[in-house]
């Protein structure tokens, strides 16, 4: 089906404007109304990602512009879940996360359609790669958390920390062995120690650091500590995500096509 | 209550060090991570996390009575333990207990042949062998349909130095104006683009020898065996090969002429008269194109030209397009009409004797344009490979990138071929020792840290415990 190629563009645009209004709205104005706006911008972000999967005729989970467009999709339906299951509240934060992570895609990626090569082709490239997206936003909301909990020292945001490393910790790691089953069958290993997966396992390892000591410490006694040591997992996992990708020339590792 | 502190606050210090290494190793690209982690210091230290993990899982499941703790310790040891086991170490090992296998190897495979010998790298020398043969029964490439499916205009310039590559410029023409052909003062313009077409030659081909004897005019399509009789006097004229770039070289049977990229781009055809009732030897000519007198002899008048094609038609059967260019240079322009003879081979048109045909060659640089098909990415790579045993084909499959072959202990993958000219196909060849291990250790690390993380009750006892202010 041909759709125009400027269409998801646009709907970016709308999805950015939606969330930048949920935001201010939920801060101050009615949280209902602002909610609202917040599921308009994630209805738009869903029409762009549905678009694009349309157009380059496989789930868009390939390119940086994809993957972010993908996580940005993900952040109202967490937030809903989070709030609803798990009353962790933080929506107007939410709704600043989804528009962060919207403006990249929107200026900074290139949005050039690309053909899966043949190691993408296989089916462990959507749950692997989607594992890691819904991982990412609810690590993105534990940083949100943490950095309230850091500078507060409030057990709550300890609590709400936590919770959404509880959420996460099995995504990371569902999606650390999809990768390394995929590896197997694409590569010939199921791990190659380049720079992606190492960056990846230290991700795993430093939330496993996060746990032991949060069981060793009994977590809400130092949450501080504890918060700080989330907010690194975070970072490492966001320089997994973002940097081995940019600096792939650097590294030349075996995950580098994935630009 | 103790071992737990202490098997918690040992847990800390190994997995920091981990995820230390594992940074360290990220900055040190994947040869030298592969090296740091399998290096003697780091056995001593998987050894005890593997330890320390298996202390772990007796004391979660028997005395803390968590099972799923037990069961996600339990897959990280077995995730440990498995890769010890398939591990160039655990191979070395396994020797001892007259286990020999290959780790790890890679084949070179010609479609049709087949091979039990592993190389130690793709590039290495024979190393080991397979304990059955495999045959390379097939491969093909597959490739995408090209995102736009027209075809580019090239302009190519021979190379400055004698060994070096031609010179390639894409041409930007999808505008009405002129576009300048590099490194001279001409241009061109495309006035008509046919995607699907086929192109009409004056003469039925492309590349004629006109033959003039004693009033006698004939065009002979200019192909290697075409033959023609003439008459008064009765000879047969062979055309036995063409040239672009001609040496000619005699010797004691005559004249004999080689193709030398070296050389001076000319044209040319060789022609073989015999006489038909003489017993006089053959003779040999060769008739240049730019030299257009050089053909004449015994009333005879051979000039070699070179026709591009007159008209185009659009042909829903044909996948190669046609383009009508407008070639400009000084004060003159000509149109032309280009088209590529077969799919993938540049079929150039050279500007110079575009332009120069009626004149002297002036001052205008040997340029060809020419007509490229755009890539298409490959979409995948297949290769069909049959497992054989005492020369007995015993399996067969269909391997392609995330397909391998699983068979005897090994996996096979398809690791590289020419995506251009498919004939050969480099294998990758693993070992299969200890991966059901390290399988069942992914499914228990996964499936416990799910259940400890999302299991209902989980969250349930959390918020219980939260509720009593934990
Ligand atoms: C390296 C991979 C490891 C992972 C991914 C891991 C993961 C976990 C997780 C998720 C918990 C639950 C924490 C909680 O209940 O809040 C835990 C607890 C525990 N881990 Fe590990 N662990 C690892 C290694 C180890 C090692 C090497 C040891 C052995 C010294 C160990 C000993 C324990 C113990 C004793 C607990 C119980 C904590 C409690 O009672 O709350 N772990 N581990």
Redesign the pocket.
């Known amino acids: 089906m041909a759709i125009n190629q400027a269409i998801p563009g646009y709907l970016i645009y709308a999805a950015m404007l939606a969330h930048l209004l949920a935001f201010a709205v939920l801060l101050i104005g009615p949280k209902r109304v602002g909610g609202a706006i917040f599921a308009v911008g994630f209805a738009a972000a869903a029409a762009a990602w549905t678009c694009r999967w349309i157009q380059v005729g496989h789930v868009p989970l390939q390119s940086l512009f994809e993957v972010f467009l993908t996580l940005a999709m993900l952040v109202f339906p967490l937030s809903l879940f989070c709030r609803l299951c798990l009353g962790v509240k933080a929506e107007a934060a939410d709704a600043l996360v989804g528009l962060l992570i919207l403006f990249p895609a929107a200026f900074v990626f290139s949005a050039e359609p690309q053909r899966l090569p043949p190691a993408l082709r296989s089916w462990l490239f959507f749950p692997h790669v989607m594992a890691y997206m819904l991982a990412y936003v609810v690590l993105a909301k534990a940083a949100v958390a943490a950095i309230g909990g850091l500078l507060s020292g409030d057990a709550s945001c300890e609590q709400a920390t936590y919770k959404m490393v509880r959420l996460g ?1 099995p995504l990371l ?1 569902g999606g650390l062995i999809l990768g390394a089953v995929w590896g197997k069958l694409a590569w010939g290993d199921y791990w190659n120690w380049d720079p992606k997966e190492l960056w990846a396992l230290a991700t ?2 430093v939330f ?1 650091f996060y ?2 000591l ?2 060793a410490s009994n977590g809400a006694r130092f949450p501080r500590t504890s918060c700080a040591m989330a907010l690194l997992g975070v970072v490492v996992a966001a320089i997994t995500l973002l940097w081995v990708n940019l600096a792939a020339k650097l590294f030349a590792g075996l995950h580098s096509y994935a630009t | 209550m103790l071992l ?1 502190k202490i ?2 606050w ?2 800390l210090p ?2 920091a060090l ?1 995820a230390v290494w594992s940074i360290v190793g990220a900055f040190l690209g994947a040869e030298q991570a592969s090296k740091l982690f399998n290096s003697t210091p780091m056995v001593c230290i998987w050894c005890g ?1 593997a330890v ?2 298996a ?2 899982v007796v ?2 499941a028997w005395r ?1 009575r ?1 099972p799923v ?1 037990a069961v ?2 339990l897959g ?1 040891l077995l995730i440990i333990i498995g890769s010890m086991i398939n591990s160039c170490r655990g191979h070395e090992l396994a020797r001892y207990f007259g286990i020999d296998k290959p780790v790890r190897g890679y084949m070179v495979l010609f479609r049709g042949h087949q091979s039990n010998s592993l190389l130690d790298s793709p590039d290495g020398k024979p190393a080991a062998t397979l304990p059955f043969g495999l045959k390379l029964e097939d491969c093909r490439v597959e490739c995408y349909p090209p995102a736009d499916p027209t075809w580019l205009l090239v302009a190519e310039m021979p190379a400055d130095r004698p060994a070096g590559e031609p010179q390639r410029t894409l041409l930007q023409w999808r505008s009405d104006k002129p576009t300048g052909i590099p490194g001279t003062s001409a241009s061109v313009r495309v006035l008509r683009y046919v995607p699907c077409a086929r192109a009409i030659y004056s003469e039925g081909t492309r590349r004629v020898l006109v033959i003039r004897c004693r009033g006698q005019k004939l065009i002979v399509p200019a192909e290697p065996g075409r033959q023609v009789m003439l008459e008064n006097p009765r000879r047969s004229l062979r055309i036995s090969g063409l040239y672009t770039r001609p040496s000619p070289r005699w010797n004691e049977s005559g004249l004999d002429v080689v193709e030398d990229p070296s050389a001076r781009r000319s044209p040319a055809v060789k022609v073989e008269i015999e006489e038909a009732d003489g017993d006089k030897d053959k003779t040999v000519r060769l008739v240049f194109q730019d030299l257009p007198m050089h053909g004449q002899a015994d009333g005879l008048a051979m000039r070699y030209v070179e026709t591009w094609p007159i008209d185009a038609v659009a042909d829903a059967a044909s996948d190669t397009p046609a383009m009508l260019l407008e070639v400009s240079f000084a004060d003159r322009s000509e149109r032309v009409w280009l088209a590529p003879e077969t799919p993938n081979m540049p079929d150039g048109l050279e500007i110079s004797s575009l332009l120069a045909q009626a004149e002297k060659k002036d001052r205008l640089p040997e340029v060809t344009l020419y007509l490229v098909r755009p890539t298409s990415q490959i979409k995948r790579y297949q290769a069909r490979l049959a497992v054989l045993e005492s020369g007995r084909n015993v399996a067969e499959k269909l391997i392609e990138v995330n397909r391998p072959l699983h068979y005897g202990g090994f996996h096979v993958y398809w690791h590289y071929c020419d995506p251009v000219d498919p004939r050969y196909v480099m294998l990758s060849v693993r070992s299969d020792s200890g991966l059901t291990v390290v399988y069942a250790g992914f499914a228990l ?1 996964c499936g416990g ?1 799910f259940a ?2 999302w299991a209902k009750p989980a969250w349930k006892s959390l918020s219980r415990r939260s509720d009593n202010g934990d």
């Open positions: 910790f790691t795993w390892l496993g746990l032991h949060r069981a | 737990r098997l918690l040992l847990a190994a997995t981990l996390l320390l993990l202390v772990g004391h979660s803390l968590r703790l996600m310790h990280a690390l840290i400890w993380g």
